[in-house]
């Protein structure tokens, strides 16, 4: 057996595991001479895969065409050709109560060819610096007294299969979309209204407030207040709520953006 010590990705840095499915979907049938019994061929070939870490701004987003290498410490693990995956989606998590550090898991899918599985070699040697998510905000009325927060950044990949495909499902890049949501401690639920429409901000660098990816503009989908009158045993809860939105690209005539911490614009 191989322990999960020095593993690595080619692709990113301060890493804490990768995984990948390589899938069939069997052509099937049932006809008169298979006697009331399916029977199965060869069908169409896909793989996915993904990876997470520490950091607010992993090195690949949603849309972007790479090289995928994961291996372990004893150089095996999987690949694929250059430029054979694609990014898919991109979950950012801040957990403000617990004071963990900013995390993701970046999730990706074939782009063209194989996923090979044998020596690959990949190595981390950059210095682990994530920042922490104590202290860190969201600009959403009635959010002070932020728990937790995660954002998503989605590139909805078209697939296709064809007679050049070797029946694998090639992709390109598609549409792109985002969404978020955020738990609270609260004192007067008085949260902005569903559907209202606002620049929401998604602070990095603690009570500096000077990171932050920026999504302009989203619209609130979901406020979802609760009060816990019976909490852990006997001790009564906090009032809290759960509130969620979702991305939208234009606003009263306006173009809207998202913005990384450091200025990148991953849209438009």
Known sequence: MISGKGGAVNSDNCVRAWGAWRRSQPAEGVCSASDGAVFRGPGILDWQGFYTGYGHTPSILPGTKFQFKGATRDSYGVQSVANGAI???TT?????EQGKFIEYINEFEACTGALSLGAVSATDTSTPNPLPSRDCVINLTGCTELREMELVLECKNPYAVTSSTGGRRERDEGNKDASFKCKVYTDDANFSVEDAIAEIQFGVD???????????????????PLLRIEGAGVTPGFFEANLAGKFTAYYSGGKGNITSPVGAAWWP
């Open 87 to 89: 990014m898919r989606r």
């Open 92 to 96: 950012i998590k801040w957990n403000v």
């Open 206 to 224: 603690g009570a500096t407030n000077l990171l932050k990816w920026v999504m302009k503009w989203a619209i609130l989908t979901m406020t979802a």
